[in-house]
């Protein structure tokens, strides 16, 4: 079964920091890109970064800030959030998609609807 588990959110003042975890089971962990995205109330699903391989994408709102990584022998992603905004308050999800597709990564990475598996999300409040 695969499962995708997202850790670390929580309640932040503004200009701190949050490193979230997101570990994967049940899948070739290799084979597979991992994607965070963020939704907001009443707002659309968002791409935050994605990790590829070799290859990191961020949306243009978080580049700078925020920074992803994987630690392959855990099978876990993670994304440290440093200086964080108001703004950035939204339930974060990690999601995963199988590399091997005849589709762009780069054009396709911050799109929900190109990945697999989801985790269930954790809450993170930035106070201002």
């Known amino acids: 079964e695969v499962q995708l588990v997202e850790s670390g959110g929580g309640l932040v003042q503004a200009g701190g920091s949050l490193r979230l975890s997101c570990a994967a089971s049940?899948?070739?962990?290799?084979?597979?890109?991992i994607g965070w995205f963020r939704q907001a109330p009443g707002k659309e699903r968002e791409g935050v970064s994605s990790?590829?391989?070799?290859?990191?994408y961020y949306a243009d709102s978080v580049n700078g800030r925020f920074t992803i990584s994987s630690d392959n022998a855990k099978n876990t992603v993670y994304l440290q959030m440093n200086s964080l905004k108001p703004e950035d308050t939204a339930v974060y999800y990690c999601?995963?998609?199988?590399?091997?597709?005849?589709?762009?990564?780069?054009?396709?990475?911050?799109?929900?609807?190109?990945?697999?598996?989801w985790g269930q999300g954790t809450q993170v409040t930035v106070s201002s």
């Open positions: 999601a995963a998609t199988i590399l091997w597709k005849p589709v762009a990564f780069g054009s396709s990475w911050s799109h929900p609807p190109f990945y697999e598996y």
């Open positions: 990790i590829s391989l070799v290859s990191t």
């Open positions: 049940g899948f070739t962990f290799d084979d597979y890109a």
